[in-house]
Protein backbone atom coordinates (compact mmCIF):
# COMPACT_ATOMS: atom_id res chain seq x y z
CA UNK A 1 0.00 0.00 0.00
CA UNK A 2 1.74 3.52 -0.97
CA UNK A 3 1.88 5.47 2.06
CA UNK A 4 2.04 9.61 1.92
CA UNK A 5 5.52 10.87 2.14
CA UNK A 6 4.63 12.09 6.03
CA UNK A 7 4.28 8.78 7.08
CA UNK A 8 7.09 6.92 5.19
CA UNK A 9 9.46 9.80 7.34
CA UNK A 10 7.90 7.63 10.38
CA UNK A 11 7.68 4.14 9.56
CA UNK A 12 10.40 3.29 7.73
CA UNK A 13 12.95 2.45 9.66
CA UNK A 14 15.58 -0.59 9.91
CA UNK A 15 13.84 -4.07 10.28
CA UNK A 16 13.47 -5.24 13.48
CA UNK A 17 15.74 -7.23 15.73
CA UNK A 18 14.76 -10.16 18.11
CA UNK A 19 14.25 -8.13 21.10
CA UNK A 20 11.26 -6.43 19.46
CA UNK A 21 11.93 -3.16 20.14
CA UNK A 22 9.39 0.13 18.67
CA UNK A 23 12.13 2.43 18.32
CA UNK A 24 15.00 2.23 15.83
CA UNK A 25 17.65 0.46 18.15
CA UNK A 26 21.21 2.50 17.82
CA UNK A 27 23.94 0.41 15.45
CA UNK A 28 27.11 1.85 17.60
CA UNK A 29 29.23 -0.19 15.84
CA UNK A 30 32.93 0.17 14.22
CA UNK A 31 32.91 -2.92 12.43
CA UNK A 32 30.48 -6.38 12.28
CA UNK A 33 31.32 -10.06 11.92
CA UNK A 34 30.89 -12.88 9.74
CA UNK A 35 29.78 -16.62 10.00
CA UNK A 36 32.61 -18.16 7.46
CA UNK A 37 35.98 -16.95 6.20
CA UNK A 38 34.68 -17.16 2.48
CA UNK A 39 31.90 -14.53 3.73
CA UNK A 40 34.83 -11.98 4.41
CA UNK A 41 36.45 -12.50 1.12
CA UNK A 42 33.54 -11.82 -0.43
CA UNK A 43 32.46 -8.80 1.29
CA UNK A 44 35.58 -7.48 0.35
CA UNK A 45 35.54 -8.74 -3.09
CA UNK A 46 32.75 -7.31 -4.42
CA UNK A 47 31.57 -3.64 -3.19
CA UNK A 48 28.25 -4.15 -4.64
CA UNK A 49 27.21 -6.40 -2.12
CA UNK A 50 24.47 -4.60 0.16
CA UNK A 51 26.36 -6.51 3.18
CA UNK A 52 27.59 -4.45 6.69
CA UNK A 53 31.58 -4.66 6.99
CA UNK A 54 33.04 -1.46 8.41
CA UNK A 55 30.80 2.00 9.65
CA UNK A 56 33.00 3.68 7.25
CA UNK A 57 31.32 1.80 4.44
CA UNK A 58 27.57 1.19 5.74
CA UNK A 59 25.69 0.92 9.34
CA UNK A 60 21.70 -0.24 9.67
CA UNK A 61 21.55 3.14 11.54
CA UNK A 62 22.59 5.39 8.74
CA UNK A 63 21.13 3.23 5.74
CA UNK A 64 17.61 3.70 7.80
CA UNK A 65 18.37 7.81 7.79
CA UNK A 66 19.43 7.70 3.95
CA UNK A 67 16.57 5.45 2.53
CA UNK A 68 14.08 7.64 4.60
CA UNK A 69 15.15 10.32 2.38
CA UNK A 70 16.13 8.68 -0.63
CA UNK A 71 11.97 7.95 -0.37
CA UNK A 72 10.76 12.07 0.51
CA UNK A 73 13.36 13.58 -1.91
CA UNK A 74 11.65 10.53 -4.81
CA UNK A 75 15.50 9.38 -5.63
CA UNK A 76 16.56 5.48 -6.07
CA UNK A 77 19.64 5.94 -3.87
CA UNK A 78 21.58 7.92 -1.69
CA UNK A 79 24.63 7.99 0.66
CA UNK A 80 25.64 9.87 3.51
CA UNK A 81 28.19 12.27 4.90
CA UNK A 82 29.48 13.59 8.45
CA UNK A 83 28.70 17.37 7.25
CA UNK A 84 26.80 19.42 4.60
CA UNK A 85 30.12 20.29 3.13
CA UNK A 86 31.37 17.18 3.29
CA UNK A 87 28.42 16.44 0.94
CA UNK A 88 28.86 19.33 -1.59
CA UNK A 89 32.61 18.52 -1.44
CA UNK A 90 32.00 14.71 -2.57
CA UNK A 91 29.70 15.56 -5.59
CA UNK A 92 32.47 18.14 -6.77
CA UNK A 93 35.21 15.51 -6.20
CA UNK A 94 33.27 12.43 -7.62
CA UNK A 95 32.20 14.11 -11.30
CA UNK A 96 34.62 16.55 -12.05
CA UNK A 97 38.62 15.86 -13.05
CA UNK A 98 40.97 17.88 -14.05
CA UNK A 99 40.10 20.18 -17.21
CA UNK A 100 36.45 20.00 -16.62
CA UNK A 101 34.22 23.04 -15.97
CA UNK A 102 31.24 23.87 -13.51
CA UNK A 103 28.76 26.27 -13.47
CA UNK A 104 27.51 27.41 -10.46
CA UNK A 105 24.80 30.03 -8.79
CA UNK A 106 26.77 33.02 -7.81
CA UNK A 107 24.28 33.23 -4.88
CA UNK A 108 25.95 29.88 -2.82
CA UNK A 109 26.93 29.87 0.93
CA UNK A 110 30.41 30.92 1.10
CA UNK A 111 32.33 27.75 1.75
CA UNK A 112 30.63 26.12 -1.12
CA UNK A 113 32.31 29.65 -2.66
CA UNK A 114 35.74 28.60 -1.32
CA UNK A 115 35.54 24.99 -2.71
CA UNK A 116 34.75 27.01 -6.01
CA UNK A 117 37.28 29.43 -6.12
CA UNK A 118 39.99 28.07 -3.70
CA UNK A 119 40.32 24.37 -3.52
CA UNK A 120 38.77 23.49 -7.35
CA UNK A 121 41.59 25.15 -9.39
CA UNK A 122 44.20 23.32 -7.34
CA UNK A 123 42.72 20.22 -9.57
CA UNK A 124 42.29 22.29 -12.77
CA UNK A 125 38.58 22.57 -12.20
CA UNK A 126 37.30 25.85 -13.57
CA UNK A 127 34.01 27.41 -12.93
CA UNK A 128 31.36 30.23 -14.01
CA UNK A 129 28.58 31.80 -11.83
CA UNK A 130 25.49 32.97 -12.89
CA UNK A 131 22.82 35.19 -11.80
CA UNK A 132 20.32 32.78 -10.21
CA UNK A 133 17.65 35.96 -11.35
CA UNK A 134 18.76 35.58 -15.02
CA UNK A 135 18.75 31.64 -15.82
CA UNK A 136 18.52 33.18 -19.36
CA UNK A 137 22.57 33.96 -19.02
CA UNK A 138 23.08 30.01 -18.37
CA UNK A 139 23.63 28.54 -21.99
CA UNK A 140 25.97 31.32 -22.82
CA UNK A 141 28.64 29.71 -20.30
CA UNK A 142 28.57 26.65 -21.14
CA UNK A 143 31.18 25.21 -22.86
CA UNK A 144 32.04 21.12 -24.21
CA UNK A 145 33.72 21.00 -21.10
CA UNK A 146 31.17 21.99 -18.89
CA UNK A 147 30.47 18.87 -16.80
CA UNK A 148 27.85 20.61 -13.46
CA UNK A 149 25.27 22.65 -12.77
CA UNK A 150 25.13 23.61 -9.08
CA UNK A 151 23.27 25.76 -7.52
CA UNK A 152 20.67 26.17 -4.49
CA UNK A 153 17.19 27.04 -3.85
CA UNK A 154 15.96 29.76 -2.01
CA UNK A 155 19.83 30.49 -2.10
CA UNK A 156 21.59 31.10 1.32
CA UNK A 157 21.08 33.55 2.62
CA UNK A 158 19.19 36.06 0.04
CA UNK A 159 16.43 33.40 -0.73
CA UNK A 160 16.77 33.91 -4.97
CA UNK A 161 14.64 31.10 -6.42
CA UNK A 162 15.12 29.52 -9.23
CA UNK A 163 12.58 27.56 -11.93
CA UNK A 164 14.10 24.24 -11.58
CA UNK A 165 12.19 22.67 -14.60
CA UNK A 166 14.22 25.20 -16.69
CA UNK A 167 17.27 24.33 -15.49
CA UNK A 168 16.46 20.87 -15.56
CA UNK A 169 15.64 21.06 -18.92
CA UNK A 170 18.92 22.57 -20.00
CA UNK A 171 21.38 20.44 -18.53
CA UNK A 172 19.14 17.70 -20.10
CA UNK A 173 20.04 19.21 -23.49
CA UNK A 174 23.62 19.84 -22.90
CA UNK A 175 23.88 16.54 -21.55
CA UNK A 176 25.29 18.21 -18.00
CA UNK A 177 24.71 17.17 -14.07
CA UNK A 178 21.96 18.93 -13.00
CA UNK A 179 23.01 19.35 -8.66
CA UNK A 180 20.58 20.74 -6.36
CA UNK A 181 21.54 21.88 -2.83
CA UNK A 182 18.05 21.52 -1.04
CA UNK A 183 19.16 22.52 2.69
CA UNK A 184 16.64 25.26 3.07
CA UNK A 185 13.54 23.79 2.15
CA UNK A 186 14.10 20.65 2.74
CA UNK A 187 11.86 17.50 1.25
CA UNK A 188 9.06 18.18 2.99
CA UNK A 189 8.52 21.30 0.94
CA UNK A 190 10.27 21.03 -2.47
CA UNK A 191 11.77 17.72 -4.27
CA UNK A 192 13.83 18.69 -7.11
CA UNK A 193 14.47 15.46 -8.84
CA UNK A 194 10.66 16.27 -10.13
CA UNK A 195 11.68 19.46 -11.86
CA UNK A 196 15.53 17.23 -13.62
CA UNK A 197 17.55 17.42 -10.70
CA UNK A 198 19.95 14.42 -11.18
CA UNK A 199 21.45 14.76 -7.45
CA UNK A 200 20.03 16.63 -4.40
CA UNK A 201 21.62 16.88 -1.20
CA UNK A 202 21.56 18.76 2.19
CA UNK A 203 23.32 19.92 5.26
CA UNK A 204 21.06 17.59 7.36
CA UNK A 205 22.81 19.76 10.60
CA UNK A 206 20.08 22.26 9.84
CA UNK A 207 16.10 21.74 9.23
CA UNK A 208 16.54 18.16 9.09
CA UNK A 209 17.69 18.02 12.41
CA UNK A 210 15.58 20.33 13.77
CA UNK A 211 16.88 21.39 17.29
CA UNK A 212 20.57 21.97 16.34
CA UNK A 213 22.39 19.15 18.05
CA UNK A 214 24.40 17.44 15.33
CA UNK A 215 26.67 17.31 11.78
CA UNK A 216 25.32 15.74 9.01
CA UNK A 217 24.77 15.59 5.17
CA UNK A 218 23.04 13.13 2.36
CA UNK A 219 22.94 13.24 -1.60
CA UNK A 220 20.22 11.72 -3.21
CA UNK A 221 19.78 10.31 -6.73
CA UNK A 222 20.05 7.88 -9.19
CA UNK A 223 22.07 4.11 -8.48
CA UNK A 224 25.08 4.26 -10.71
CA UNK A 225 25.81 8.36 -10.00
CA UNK A 226 25.23 7.08 -6.07
CA UNK A 227 27.29 3.97 -6.35
CA UNK A 228 30.24 6.25 -7.41
CA UNK A 229 29.52 8.91 -4.84
CA UNK A 230 29.75 5.87 -2.41
CA UNK A 231 33.44 4.90 -3.71
CA UNK A 232 34.56 7.92 -3.00
CA UNK A 233 33.23 8.27 0.43
CA UNK A 234 33.86 4.96 1.35
CA UNK A 235 38.04 5.67 0.50
CA UNK A 236 38.35 9.10 1.80
CA UNK A 237 36.51 9.14 5.10
CA UNK A 238 33.65 11.60 5.37
CA UNK A 239 31.55 9.12 6.94
CA UNK A 240 28.04 9.91 8.77
CA UNK A 241 28.41 8.64 12.05
CA UNK A 242 25.82 5.99 13.19
CA UNK A 243 24.50 8.53 16.37
CA UNK A 244 24.19 11.42 13.93
CA UNK A 245 22.64 9.39 11.85
CA UNK A 246 19.88 7.76 14.60
CA UNK A 247 19.70 11.70 15.52
CA UNK A 248 18.82 12.53 12.32
CA UNK A 249 16.09 9.73 11.40
CA UNK A 250 14.25 10.76 14.59
CA UNK A 251 14.14 14.13 13.72
CA UNK A 252 12.61 13.29 9.93
CA UNK A 253 9.57 11.73 12.09
CA UNK A 254 8.65 15.18 12.88
CA UNK A 255 9.96 17.06 9.68
CA UNK A 256 6.72 17.24 7.45
CA UNK A 257 4.81 19.31 10.88
CA UNK A 258 8.36 21.17 12.17
CA UNK A 259 8.48 22.67 8.42
CA UNK A 260 4.72 23.80 8.24
CA UNK A 261 5.28 25.57 11.56
CA UNK A 262 8.43 27.12 10.60
CA UNK A 263 6.77 28.26 7.19
CA UNK A 264 3.37 30.03 8.97
CA UNK A 265 5.79 31.70 11.74
CA UNK A 266 8.34 32.65 9.23
CA UNK A 267 5.39 34.45 6.85
CA UNK A 268 3.59 36.27 9.73
CA UNK A 269 6.97 37.69 10.48
CA UNK A 270 7.82 38.35 6.73
CA UNK A 271 4.34 40.19 6.97
CA UNK A 272 5.22 42.26 9.86
CA UNK A 273 8.35 43.94 8.86
CA UNK A 274 7.00 44.70 5.11
CA UNK A 275 6.55 48.33 4.92
CA UNK A 276 8.33 48.62 8.62
CA UNK A 277 9.78 52.38 9.02
CA UNK A 278 13.20 50.80 9.99
CA UNK A 279 13.50 48.16 6.91
CA UNK A 280 13.75 49.03 3.75
CA UNK A 281 13.13 45.55 1.77
CA UNK A 282 12.07 42.09 3.21
CA UNK A 283 12.72 38.84 1.28
CA UNK A 284 10.28 35.69 1.83
CA UNK A 285 9.23 33.07 -0.59
CA UNK A 286 5.69 33.19 -0.19
CA UNK A 287 5.45 36.86 0.03
CA UNK A 288 3.78 38.21 -3.29
CA UNK A 289 6.41 41.23 -3.36
CA UNK A 290 9.28 38.36 -3.80
CA UNK A 291 10.52 38.61 -7.40
CA UNK A 292 10.36 34.79 -7.92
CA UNK A 293 6.79 34.69 -6.04
CA UNK A 294 5.24 32.57 -8.82
CA UNK A 295 8.09 30.49 -9.52
CA UNK A 296 8.32 29.46 -5.48
CA UNK A 297 4.55 28.66 -5.18
CA UNK A 298 4.56 26.41 -7.90
CA UNK A 299 7.85 24.54 -6.81
CA UNK A 300 7.24 24.35 -2.89
CA UNK A 301 4.71 23.69 -0.91
CA UNK A 302 5.40 26.55 1.99
CA UNK A 303 7.99 29.41 1.65
CA UNK A 304 10.24 27.91 4.55
CA UNK A 305 11.72 29.24 7.54
CA UNK A 306 14.25 31.74 6.74
CA UNK A 307 13.51 35.68 6.52
CA UNK A 308 15.94 38.17 5.24
CA UNK A 309 15.52 41.58 5.67
CA UNK A 310 17.53 44.95 4.85
CA UNK A 311 18.15 47.27 7.67
CA UNK A 312 18.02 51.12 6.76
CA UNK A 313 20.89 52.00 9.08
CA UNK A 314 23.37 49.74 7.44
CA UNK A 315 26.22 48.13 9.01
CA UNK A 316 26.14 50.16 12.05
CA UNK A 317 22.31 49.45 12.50
CA UNK A 318 22.31 45.99 11.97
CA UNK A 319 24.84 45.48 14.94
CA UNK A 320 22.68 47.30 17.11
CA UNK A 321 19.56 45.28 16.26
CA UNK A 322 21.59 42.11 16.90
CA UNK A 323 22.82 43.05 20.26
CA UNK A 324 19.31 44.26 21.13
CA UNK A 325 18.05 41.01 20.80
CA UNK A 326 16.91 39.43 24.24
CA UNK A 327 15.31 36.41 23.30
CA UNK A 328 16.45 35.05 19.62
CA UNK A 329 19.95 33.46 19.66
CA UNK A 330 22.81 35.00 17.89
CA UNK A 331 24.58 31.55 16.49
CA UNK A 332 26.35 31.02 12.94
CA UNK A 333 23.78 27.67 12.67
CA UNK A 334 19.99 28.01 10.94
CA UNK A 335 17.04 25.43 10.91
CA UNK A 336 16.62 25.41 14.68
CA UNK A 337 13.16 24.74 16.89
CA UNK A 338 14.51 28.52 18.36
CA UNK A 339 14.99 31.37 16.30
CA UNK A 340 18.26 32.76 15.07
CA UNK A 341 19.28 35.93 13.62
CA UNK A 342 22.82 36.57 11.70
CA UNK A 343 24.41 39.46 9.69
CA UNK A 344 25.72 37.08 6.66
CA UNK A 345 28.06 39.81 5.55
CA UNK A 346 30.94 39.30 8.99
CA UNK A 347 30.14 35.78 9.12
CA UNK A 348 28.88 32.82 6.82
CA UNK A 349 29.55 35.04 3.40
CA UNK A 350 32.66 37.03 5.08
CA UNK A 351 35.24 35.46 2.84
CA UNK A 352 33.56 36.95 0.12
CA UNK A 353 34.93 39.96 -1.40
CA UNK A 354 32.70 43.12 -0.93
CA UNK A 355 32.03 43.61 -4.69
CA UNK A 356 30.78 39.76 -4.62
CA UNK A 357 28.35 40.01 -1.90
CA UNK A 358 26.88 42.77 -3.28
CA UNK A 359 26.49 41.03 -6.65
CA UNK A 360 24.36 38.35 -5.02
CA UNK A 361 22.58 40.64 -2.63
CA UNK A 362 24.61 40.62 0.85
CA UNK A 363 24.54 44.35 1.80
CA UNK A 364 25.75 45.61 4.56
CA UNK A 365 22.85 45.62 6.55
CA UNK A 366 21.22 42.41 5.80
CA UNK A 367 20.03 40.34 8.65
CA UNK A 368 18.98 36.62 8.55
CA UNK A 369 16.76 35.36 10.57
CA UNK A 370 16.44 31.50 11.01
CA UNK A 371 12.37 31.57 12.11
CA UNK A 372 11.98 28.77 14.99
CA UNK A 373 9.02 27.82 16.57
CA UNK A 374 8.26 29.95 19.34
CA UNK A 375 4.77 31.38 19.36
CA UNK A 376 4.93 34.22 16.67
CA UNK A 377 4.17 36.55 19.08
CA UNK A 378 7.38 36.49 21.25
CA UNK A 379 9.32 36.50 17.74
CA UNK A 380 8.08 39.34 16.89
CA UNK A 381 7.94 41.36 20.04
CA UNK A 382 11.91 40.64 20.61
CA UNK A 383 12.68 41.63 16.69
CA UNK A 384 10.35 44.86 17.24
CA UNK A 385 12.07 46.19 20.20
CA UNK A 386 15.09 45.42 18.77
CA UNK A 387 14.03 47.07 15.91
CA UNK A 388 13.47 50.26 17.52
CA UNK A 389 16.97 50.26 19.32
CA UNK A 390 18.86 49.70 15.78
Excluded at 74 to 88: H, P, Q
Excluded at 127 to 155: G, N, Q, V
Excluded at 368 to 377: N, T, Y
Aim: a negative charge.
Amino acid sequence: MAQHPRTQAIRLQTERTAQKEHATPLFLTSSFVYDKAEDMAAAFEDDTLDVNIYSRFKNPTVDEFVNKIVQLEGAEDGVATATGMAAVFASFMTFLSAGDHVISASAVFGSTHSILTKYLPKWGITHSYFDMTKPEEIEALITPRTKMLYLETPSNPGLDIIDLQLVGDICRKHNILFVVDNCFATPAVQQPIKYGAHLVLHSATKFIDGQGRVLGGVIVGPKDLVYQLYLFIRNTGPSLSAFNAWTLSKSLETLFIRMDAHAANALALARHLEGHEKVSRVKYPFLPSHPQHAIAVKQMSNGGGIVSFELKGGIDSGRKFLNALQMLSMTNNLGDSRSIASHPASTTHSKLSEAERQSVGITPGLIRISVGLEHIDDIIADIEQALQQS
